[in-house]
């Protein structure tokens, strides 16, 4: 999660040996008591702070995640169904509200402290660490592939567990009979002896005075009746009949629309600003300067945003009236895509500000003596998110207090944001958090959401803030360009004595640059750089750029040693049978010995990421002499898909954003500014290009993976490792169709 994890490591450390220390002082107990207020309805129970049960025996799960598309929101909900041994047939959900008992805790567990096998007597004071850690920092994040294999593993399977032992214990009390004598199943608890049978509904109310356990006995995965079930996502239904809720369908009485921009040039200043014409425009009420404010953009950068806005009484007499104003922007407008490229091959070159990730086996030395050398450089760009639903937020500021509308992926983060723009305390602000039309990062930081509160403390009305498409993409938190230079010393088998690897600038996760396989001298590092453009996490972060490097280069090595591809890789896999399993499969699935004939190709790519193992094997024809993609074929290893259909939908997923961003994403500076500004100059994928996919899933038992962005990283290495198959040509810069052409699909 960026600069999150390093910066806090050691406050995380302190805070979890306080509570070692003082044990069960600090432990956290029920926190149903702080937030029964704000989520238990009428005729409900809250037992657990994430479960409510209602008279009927409906229950409805809490789920502390956000829904943009991935369908974690179901998947969470399965986990803790499951140890509840709740009946699905009466299972409902709803998402947490933005409040501090709702703070991302388990990410302490899962990442910060992950494997760390703690004594049983621990855990529940290094949770409650936890959750004054992520109280402290306002963590509600739905990102990082984090919601199944972090929250669903160590709060939704727990709570389930915990809720059901609750449960139990309050129908043992009432019945006056053993613990032990008591089971569960699809929502009523059994006493056989005496042949009671009740719905958990019956004890609720006295369950809820109860402390959960934070170390309950969790199932055992053979005996998971819910879990790796393919069970219908919560959203769809509504997305498919439109009754779904977003941001955008809003209405509150006496709002007013807004659109806005800032600077085109990078930290640039309001110079001038003639807005005769834009107030003459009919339903144009004001035209708004907002100050200099702050941000983060949760990897560290702190952007200076002074912006323009337009209200009016709709969204598109607003746009027209931005459209009008006379605006003069200052800023170093000498910038180009060129002069930031040069700038990092310079620091590529600065051995004396290199930093090292790994260093083993003497890797310069042998380089130095090595009979074969392969080298090659990689480069790829600056990448928007491009998000199909425009930034917007509604906003509502009376009486010193404000309420805030939006699909964002920090509901509390955007919070404190909203109440430090505004000078207000946190419990000021009451924030709504909506479905997303995609976020892939980009709607964790709260620019846009701070702008909409602003306009309305302004002026003193409802404000529903749109950005145009144009403003979205011109001022994101980008995914950073940069380049990576390889060389790799080859034995007589061909296969890689060392391998080098500086790159320039260094994110997140830590361990994207590192390779799997079987190489004794290593040495990996990078050259910190300056990003001229605002950076941020984007779809899988570091793993997406060192995925197309790595596995790019390993290919490159292969048919410098004369060896098939998968079998080069294979070789190099033996001390890892897991990703060995994955890779074999995939080669298997794709019928990868069978020859393809001329003007075709097969390229394969491997990348474990956020705990989860992929392999894909890219198909394309040559025709007309443009590329087209035939199939793709994906196998992953997450440890268990909790819900198979939901994690192959992601699978897809991340290969259409994979393959979008390798043939055709670029976002270029020139004059100090961004140059696209729609879907005509940054293209995505259509459905008439896009490949047939296929998705096999490998439930090995490991310990629960990430499905959202796993998916990505193989893609743009496996596609070009294809093109060289089938044309000869060695792509190392993206994006591809710069080198060749693509078919768009029109033609079948």
């Known amino acids: 999660m960026g600069k999150w994890t390093r910066r806090t490591f050691i406050g995380v450390g302190a805070l979890a040996g306080g509570g070692i220390l003082v044990g069960v002082a600090i432990r956290p107990g029920n926190l149903n008591k702080h937030v029964d207020d704000h989520v238990a309805g009428e005729g409900e129970t809250l037992v657990h702070v994430y479960v409510k049960i209602d008279k009927d025996n409906v229950i409805t799960v809490i ?12 998947a969470l909900t399965q986990m803790l169904a499951e140890e509840l041994d709740a009946d699905w047939r009466k299972i409902r959900f709803e998402e947490a509200p933005a409040l501090k ?23 529940p004071s290094i949770d409650a660490a936890m959750m004054r850690l992520a109280d402290t920092l306002d963590a509600q994040i739905t990102g990082g592939s984090l919601s199944i294999r972090v929250t669903g593993e160590y709060g939704m399977r727990v709570a389930g567990a915990a809720t059901r032992d609750m449960l139990k214990q309050a129908a043992a009390q009432t019945w006056d009979v053993p613990f032990d004598e008591i089971e569960t199943e699809r929502s009523m608890l059994i006493h056989e002896p005496s042949a009671r049978v009740e719905p958990y509904s019956a004890v609720a109310e006295l369950a809820a005075t109860m402390n959960p356990s934070y170390v309950p006995t969790l199932k055992d995965p053979k005996d998971f009746k819910i879990i790796g079930q393919p069970i219908q996502r919560f959203d769809i239904p ?9 941001a955008l369908d809003v209405r509150l009485p006496d709002m007013v629309y807004a659109t806005i921009q800032r600077s085109p040039i990078v930290r640039g200043r309001l110079a001038s600003i003639d807005d005769t014409a834009a107030r003459a425009v009919k339903g144009v009420l004001d035209v708004v300067k907002l100050p200099v404010t702050e941000h983060d953009a949760l990897f560290g950068d702190f952007i200076a945003d002074e912006a323009v806005a337009v209200i009016a009484n709709g969204y598109w007499a607003a746009h027209r009236g931005l459209r009008a104003l006379d605006i003069q922007w200052d800023g170093n407008d000498q910038v180009s895509s060129e002069t930031i490229r040069a700038r990092q091959y310079r620091e590529l070159e600065n051995t004396d500000e290199r930093e090292t990730d790994i260093d083993v086996g003497g890797a310069t030395e042998v380089l130095a003596t090595a009979d074969k050398i392969v080298s090659a450089d990689y480069h790829v760009p600056y990448l928007a998110h491009a998000c199909m639903e425009p930034l917007n937020a509604t906003a509502d500021f009376r009486d010193g207090k404000c309420e805030v509308w939006v699909g964002c992926q920090n509901p509390l983060g955007f919070r404190r944001a909203i109440a430090t723009s505004l000078g207000l305390h946190e419990d000021d602000v009451t924030l709504h958090n909506l479905l997303m039309g995609g976020g892939f990062g980009r709607k964790s930081t709260a620019d846009w959401a701070m702008q909409a509160a602003l306009l309305s403390q302004r002026i003193g009305r409802p404000v529903q803030l749109i950005w145009s498409r144009e403003e979205d993409m011109r001022q994101d938190f980008y995914r950073p360009a940069l380049p990576s230079r ?32 079987a190489i004794k001298a290593k040495d990996i590092g990078y050259v910190p750089s300056e990003h001229y453009l605002p950076i941020g996490p984007w779809r899988s972060v570091d793993e997406s750029q060192h995925g197309f490097f790595v596995e790019s280069f390993i290919d490159e090595c292969a048919h410098a040693a004369g060896v098939d591809p998968f079998v080069y890789r294979a070789n190099l896999l033996q001390e890892h049978p897991r ?26 790519a491997l990348k474990e990421s956020f705990g989860t193992i992929v392999a894909e094997v890219a198909e394309v024809s040559l025709v007309h002499g443009e590329v087209v993609m035939d199939r793709f074929v994906v196998v992953a290893d997450p ?5 198979p259909d939901g994690f192959a939908a992601q699978m897809e997923s991340g290969v259409i954003y994979g393959l979008t961003a390798a043939i055709y994403g670029e976002i270029t500076v020139q004059d100090g500014a961004v140059v696209q500004s729609n879907f005509h100059d940054y293209e995505a994928l259509r459905i008439s290009a896009s490949p047939v996919i296929e998705t096999h899933i490998i439930n090995s038992g490991h310990k629960t993976g990430g499905a959202g962005e796993p998916g990505t990283p193989p893609a743009a290495p496996a596609l070009a490792n294809a093109i060289f198959a089938a044309t000869g040509q060695r792509i190392r810069e993206l994006p591809l169709r710069k080198h060749i052409s693509f078919s768009t699909g029109a033609q079948s």
């Not at 010393?489 to 396989?517: C, F, H």
């Not at 994955?582 to 298997?588: N, S, T, W």
């Not at 440890?639 to 819900?643: F, K, P, R």
Request: net charge neutral; proline share 7%; aromatic share 10%.
């Open 63 to 74: 789920v502390p995640h956000s829904e943009m598309g991935q369908g974690a929101q179901t």
């Open 101 to 123: 008992e709702y703070a991302m805790y388990t990410v302490g567990r899962g990442e910060l402290l992950k494997n760390i096998d703690f004594p049983k007597f621990i855990v």
């Open 238 to 246: 509504a997305k498919v009949d439109g009754t779904a809720r977003f």
């Open 486 to 517: 390889f060389k790799a010393a080859l034995g007589n088998d061909g296969e890689p004595l060392a391998w080098q690897n500086t790159y320039v600038s260094k994110m997140e996760p830590v361990e994207a640059p590192v390779v799997p396989y």
């Open 579 to 604: 990703h060995l399993a994955v890779l074999e499969r995939a080669a298997k699935e794709a019928n990868w010995n069978q020859p393809m004939g001329p003007g075709r190709g097969r390229g394969i």
């Open 639 to 643: 440890g268990l898909a909790v819900n």
